[in-house]
């Protein structure tokens, strides 16, 4: 065992005093040791249960023969960080994630790993480093949150909630309407309601084999939660005496079968930058053209919120994420040999699960469209791509040519929205807010929200070199690549430059010509940077591209 390095033999009695010093016994220390990744934290929604799933899954561990050692990985609320200088430190925590996983495993030497996520760049940050260690390792989230209720019965969500500001802006929403949003929208512990990056994340977790059915659906507050942490904690003393490990299960195969689940499912697009990442640990290049291929032929069955007015409670009911599974099973669109963590095979997951509610994963012959939820649109805007989810934009702006409103931040973009500077027909630019640039890649949920809550989603569209929330609906376009901080032609727009998008071409063009673009180009310098010291700084100056997933090099 890995652990022999640490407990076995004469040389190690000095170890073996430090883990007395800790209360092991002897017999303890004879078993399988299995690290207990969890990220329980008071800041978090989403991760304040993540306790009761941490002792769920070290009794699952104990019952099976091995000893848990719990140690901790941070997480950041993106809601909370969202809006100020906090959203900077978001993404990059995915790879602080990735690397102190890392060190802490390789230091003490465990048999395998239990990763307990639940939030945006926690699952990905830790589908990294088990990647990135390749010993046995499995996946227990902390559940969705429950949806929320009006006071006149309608269900809401996080997404209403930033949509409420906008209304007030608007003056469409009083102060006491947005307080009852407040006081509504949140109601439980978990991972936001809807189809949002953290729920989009442990559900592809899920499709690509390394979390056991339910991890992405069953919500945080039912007792199936705890079941499911026990029996992943048994699950891993499985894998370890297998020696099955994570790059057995994350091939590229698996990478398309996640990219066609997120298809089906009308993921958060954050998932163009993560599975990539994820894929680049395992050696495997994941390019954003696969994504379209497999978009093309994959149908959008679900419209769980933003896009629609169901959520992370009704997929579970209908059958969680293996009936849409079995749904694409139909057409042949997942490679069902695959081994997972199970230690059998996709199909053998697959036998007798029934799809349980039509309307809300729709059948494989019933689809809200034929093609899936995400797409990467490229032009000479963005020659190296930028993303759109689809299933989220209204008909009327599948195809859209505006003039270009331009800001150098989302802070000033935010402003002249609030303001009512922002009119019909507007193609709103935010740049400068990439990787590099933010730095960070900020989230802009607030403009997408204010537009949206203005009742401009239908008439307005955003673009932008930094992300999206999975919480955003509308045509909002992010990941433009190159960024502007890099010279891309981003960097290039000037106000009222005219920009043609067409969703279902998946072109994206700034309409002036070449010889203008070159000169602007020759005149262009890059900006000094936002933040010259820190963290930050670091990330700046080793990022990649969006379009490769922000992975540092």
């Known amino acids: 065992m890995r652990s022999d390095n640490v407990t076995k033999g004469v040389e190690r009695a000095p ?100 990763m307990i996520p639940n939030c945006d760049k926690n699952v990905p940050g830790l589908l990294m480093a088990a990647a990135r260690l390749n010993i046995p390792a499995i996946f227990c989230s902390g559940g969705p949150m429950l949806a929320g209720t ?84 048994m699950q891993i003393m499985e894998l370890v005496k297998q020696n099955i490990r994570p790059r057995d299960i994350m091939t590229q195969a698996a990478f398309h079968n996640a990219e066609a689940v997120d298809m089906a499912l009308g993921c958060s697009t954050n998932s163009m930058l993560h599975l990539p990442a994820i894929a680049h640990e395992c050696g495997i290049n994941l390019s954003l053209a696969d994504a379209n291929g497999i978009s093309r032929k994959t149908p959008n069955l679900c419209h769980l919120a933003p896009a629609g007015d169901t959520y992370m409670e009704d997929l579970e009911r209908a059958g969680g994420v293996y009936a849409v599974m079995k749904e694409l099973t139909k057409r042949d669109l997942l490679d069902t040999s695959l081994l997972t963590c199970t230690g059998k095979t996709v199909a053998e997951n697959l036998e007798g699960v029934v799809n349980l509610d039509e309307t809300l994963i729709r059948p494989i012959d019933n689809p809200y469209s034929p093609y899936g939820g995400i797409a990467v649109l490229t032009g000479n805007l963005a020659p190296d791509g930028c993303v759109v989810k689809q299933s989220a934009v209204a008909e009327e702006m599948m195809v859209h040519t505006g003039p270009a409103r331009v800001f150098d931040s989302e802070d000033d973009a935010i402003s002249a929205i609030y303001a009512g500077n922002i009119k019909a027909g507007d193609v709103v630019v935010i740049r400068y807010e990439g990787p590099k640039g933010g730095p960070g890649m900020r989230e802009m949920l607030n403009p997408t929200s204010a537009i949206a809550g203005m009742g401009l989603d239908k008439e307005v569209a955003l673009i932008t070199d930094g992300r999206f929330s999975g919480a955003t609906r509308g045509a909002s376009i992010g990941h433009v690549s190159p960024e502007a901080a890099l010279g891309g032609p981003i960097a290039l727009v000037e106000e009222g430059d005219p920009i043609a998008i067409d969703i279902p071409s998946c072109k994206i063009d700034i309409l002036v010509d070449e010889a203008v673009l070159a000169a602007r180009k020759a005149a262009w310098t890059c900006p000094e940077p936002k933040i010259k010291t820190g963290y930050l700084a670091r990330y700046a100056k080793l990022v990649t591209s969006a379009a490769k997933g922000a992975v540092l090099e």
């Open 15 to 114: 170890n073996r005093s430090l883990f007395y010093a800790l209360g092991y016994t002897k017999e303890e220390l004879d078993r399988p040791l299995i690290g207990i990744v969890s990220s329980q934290n008071e800041i978090v929604p989403g991760h304040m249960n993540l306790d009761k799933i941490t002792q769920a899954v070290k009794a699952g561990v104990r019952m099976a023969g091995g000893t848990p050692i719990m140690f901790p990985a941070i997480a950041v609320c993106d809601g909370i960080a969202m809006g100020h200088v906090g959203m900077k430190y978001s993404l990059v925590t995915r790879e602080l994630i990735a690397d102190s996983t890392e060190a802490m495993a390789m230091a003490h030497q465990f048999d395998g790993l239990v």
């Open 150 to 233: 009006m006071t006149n019965g309608r269900r809401t969500c996080l997404s209403h909630m930033f949509e409420a500001v906008g209304a007030y802006h608007a003056g469409k929403l009083d102060e006491e309407g947005v307080e009852e949003y407040e006081r509504s929208a949140c109601p439980t512990c978990g991972s936001c309601s809807g189809m949002y990056t953290a729920n989009s994340m442990n559900c592809l977790t899920e499709a690509i084999g390394m979390a056991l059915r339910g991890n992405g659906t069953i919500p945080a507050v039912m007792s199936a939660r705890l079941r499911l942490a026990k029996h992943t904690g």
